[in-house]
T-cell receptor, first 113, second 112 residues
Framework: NAGVMQNPRHLVRRRGQEARLRCSPMKGHSHVYWYRQLPEEGLKFMVYLQKENIIDESGMPKERFSAEFPKEGPSILRIQQVVRGDSAAYFC???????????FGSGTRLTVV | EDKVVQSPLSLVVHEGDTVTLNCSYEVTNFRSLLWYKQEKKAPTFLFMLTSSGIEKKSGRLSSILDKKELFSILNITATQTGDSAVYLCAVPSGGSNYKLTFGKGTLLTVNP
């Protein structure tokens, strides 16, 4: 059981570039969540997805951020035209339908230079 | 707005000490409270608590919930250097069972 797999582990982007973060949920999990952890802050909910559906994106910034979880393949968190303030650790979690106890991946540390 | 406050923010102890970490919460339609341990990587699940007064235990770790006073504690007895980590408390918020609101965590350092 490989757990929740995120890649890349570290990502460096220049201001204005695009960042694409990938997440493969645990086997048997159909629900994916993305959280962001800014320095000195707690984990903040961004978005909740099921296959081909965004269920709740109330924590996503209104501009430049998007997420998808296609029928085939990993979930993708996409940040367009990155700015320095986007530098953070982005964690993906997954769960089966009835579980509140998310299983987290190891995160992607995004640095915008 | 739902809120989770953890204390202390950091704690340094010696191996063998017992520590108590605190988590208080304000949330609409409380469902559960979760504890995670975060070392350098993924937060790993420790406990989920739903009922007051029932202690959950796993080895040297235990946790209990008080729904009347809106708090939980995480106890670690006979601490070891491997217990050094950030301990996170979270509650599902907004009436959902999926949108976790996290506290800022308690950084525990256990020195040999």
């Amino acid at each position: 059981n490989a757990g929740v797999m995120q890649n890349p582990r570290h990502l460096v982007r220049r201001r204005g570039q695009e960042a694409r973060l990938r997440c493969s949920p645990m086997k048997g999990h159909s629900h994916v969540y993305w959280y962001r952890q800014l320095p000195e802050e707690g984990l903040k909910f961004m978005v909740y997805l099921q296959k081909e559906n965004i269920i709740d994106e109330s924590g996503m910034p209104k501009e430049r951020f998007s997420a998808e979880f296609p029928k085939e393949g990993p979930s993708i968190l996409r940040i367009q035209q990155v700015v320095r303030g986007d530098s953070a650790a982005y964690f993906c979690a997954s769960s089966p339908p009835t579980r509140e106890a998310h299983t987290f991946g190891s995160g992607t540390r995004l640095t915008v230079v | 707005e739902d809120k989770v406050v953890q204390s202390p923010l950091s704690l340094v102890v010696h191996e063998g000490d017992t520590v108590t970490l605190n988590c208080s919460y304000e949330v609409t339609n409380f469902r559960s409270l979760l504890w995670y341990k975060q070392e350098k990587k993924a937060p790993t699940f420790l406990f989920m608590l739903t009922s007051s007064g029932i202690e959950k235990k796993s080895g040297r770790l235990s946790s209990i919930l008080d729904k009347k006073e809106l708090f939980s504690i995480l106890n670690i007895t006979a601490t070891q250097t491997g217990d050094s980590a950030v301990y996170l408390c979270a509650v599902p918020s907004g009436g959902s069972n999926y949108k976790l609101t996290f506290g800022k965590g308690t950084l525990l350092t256990v020195n040999p």
